[in-house]
């Protein structure tokens, strides 16, 4: 069964860090690009940051850029999301997914499938 | 980054059909895909590409494009169908799917 397990959420003061995990299973982990979406408390989906299976390729929002970095070990079939500077708008749960390409015409286009079930991370005084 | 639009609420009598839209400049060049949340719980791909439904996923629910609008639509509404559907796409860098829509609710009536 494919799967995805979050790890390492909690409550943290502003200004704050925390290290997100994601441990993968039943899928070649380093096959797949993976990334970290979030939800603020009654608000839609907010896609966060991304990396490539080999890691060479890593984009983040503009909101949490130079603030997280997203890493994998692909020997630990890991995905982490390290998260420093946190303000109380990072409240959020936060989800991995696994990102799955394919090509149409002359693009690829991809979707996310599956996500794990979300770590909440609030970032409270 | 670009933007996916959507309405914020749609409503259907149970067992009639509803579409569900997205609308972004993306969209005229890259598949959308379609997501189902439930009050609790983590979301679930519903249609991916052109019209492609992951194994488990009721054949009521299918996808289309066109233009710069996306759509999901529900043939025979469930009352298990009411949820918030999510739109993605790649974002207009090209790069990655960061583009989400703001989320439509569905009221199965």
């Known amino acids: 069964e494919v799967q995805l397990v979050e790890s390492g959420g909690g409550l943290v003061k502003p200004g704050g860090s925390l290290r997100l995990s994601c441990a993968a299973s039943?899928?070649?982990?380093?096959?797949?690009?993976m990334n970290w979406v979030r939800q603020a408390p009654g608000k839609g989906l907010e896609w966060v940051s991304s990396?490539?299976?080999?890691?060479?390729?890593?984009y983040y929002a503009d909101s949490v850029k130079g603030r997280f970095t997203i890493s994998r070990d692909n020997a630990k079939n890991s995905l982490y999301l390290q998260m420093n500077s946190l303000r109380a708008e990072d409240t959020a749960v936060y989800y991995c997914?696994?990102?799955?390409?394919?090509?149409?015409?002359?693009?690829?286009?991809?979707?996310?499938?599956?996500w794990g079930q979300g770590t909440l991370v609030t970032v409270s005084s | 980054s670009s933007e996916l639009t959507q309405d914020p609420a749609v409503s259907v009598a149970l067992g009639q059909t509803v579409r569900i839209t997205c609308q972004g400049d993306?969209?005229?060049?890259?598949?959308a895909s379609w997501y189902q949340q439930k009050p609790g719980q983590a979301p679930v791909l519903v249609i991916y590409?052109?019209?492609n439904r992951p194994s488990g996923i009721p054949d009521r629910f299918s996808g289309s494009s066109s233009g710069n609008t996306a759509s999901l639509t529900i043939t025979g509404a469930q009352a298990e169908d009411e949820a918030d559907y999510y739109c993605?796409?790649?974002?207009?860098?090209?790069?990655?799917?960061?583009?989400f829509g703001g989320g439509t609710k569905l009221t199965v009536l």
């Open positions: 997914a696994r990102e799955v390409r394919d090509w149409g015409g002359s693009s690829w286009y991809g979707w996310f499938d599956p």
């Open positions: 039943g899928f070649t982990f380093s096959s797949y690009s």
């Open positions: 990396i490539s299976s080999s890691s060479s390729y890593i």
């Open positions: 993306s969209l005229r060049s890259y598949y």
């Open positions: 590409g052109k019209n």
């Open positions: 993605n796409s790649r974002d207009s860098s090209g790069n990655h799917l960061g583009v």
